[in-house]
């Protein structure tokens, strides 16, 4: 399978504990970007990297965030001393610089904080 | 937030045509319409884009108005698979790494 793939596909912790997330993206897509949906609404951007870049953050992504793409492959999304309202799924997506600028998403990670 | 607007949710009969309509008043020229849909506990999937003309491909037809200020996503022979959260979006192109801004969507529901 050549798409994108995400770990772990389900993550329960406690509050207060950190959690990593891994998105390994379409091999040649150099853009990457991470999202996070609740129940029943849509998903909402948090932040997107180009290459090794990261090149915008929203301003859902608190200072308890943090996300990496080091070789501008895999990225990482943390989450320190997580919160309940942190739970959510939480989706990546990649796609390239040019052509139909679609992106692929992944199947996301759902995060649930007890 | 979204620029655009679905109706929540909708019904559809199998082996009927499902037309999801989708209204984005103040899309701008060089915006085009994508979308997407996303079946229970999976990742959106693209479906379709357009910028002024039609378009079709395996999946769907998309209708734009002439005016661009709404358009339809056509699935001309619905399945029961089809069920899901259809998203319409408007984004530039070229994107320069603009995120897709998702609303909450139509749910769509092919009935057997």
């Known amino acids: 399978d050549t798409g994108v793939s995400q770990n772990p596909r389900h993550k329960i912790t406690k509050r207060g504990q950190n959690v990593t997330f891994r998105c390994d993206p379409i091999s040649e897509h150099n853009r990457l970007y991470w999202y996070r949906q609740t129940l029943g609404q849509g998903p909402e951007f948090l932040t997107y990297f180009q290459n090794e870049a990261q090149l915008e953050k929203s301003r859902l992504l608190s200072d308890r965030f943090s996300a990496e793409r080091p070789k501008g492959s895999f990225s990482t999304l943390e989450i320190q001393r997580t919160e309940q309202g942190d739970s959510a799924m939480y989706l990546c997506a990649s796609s390239l610089t040019e052509g139909r600028y679609e992106q692929y998403f992944g199947p996301g990670t759902r995060l649930t904080v007890t | 937030d979204a620029k655009t607007t679905q109706p929540p949710s909708m019904d559809c009969a199998e082996g009927r045509a499902a037309n999801l309509p989708c209204n984005h008043s103040?899309?701008?020229?060089?915006?085009?319409v994508y979308w997407y849909r996303q079946i229970h506990s999976q990742g959106p999937q693209y479906i379709i884009h357009?910028?002024?003309n039609n378009e079709t491909n395996e999946m769907a037809s998309l209708i734009i108005t002439e005016d661009r200020k709404s358009s339809t996503l056509i699935l001309p022979h619905a399945t029961l698979r089809d069920t899901a959260v259809y998203y319409c979006i408007v984004r530039v192109v070229p994107d320069y790494g603009q995120n897709f801004v998702f609303g909450p969507g139509t749910r769509l529901s092919v009935l057997p």
């Open positions: 357009g910028l002024k």
């Open positions: 103040t899309i701008s020229g060089n915006e085009y």
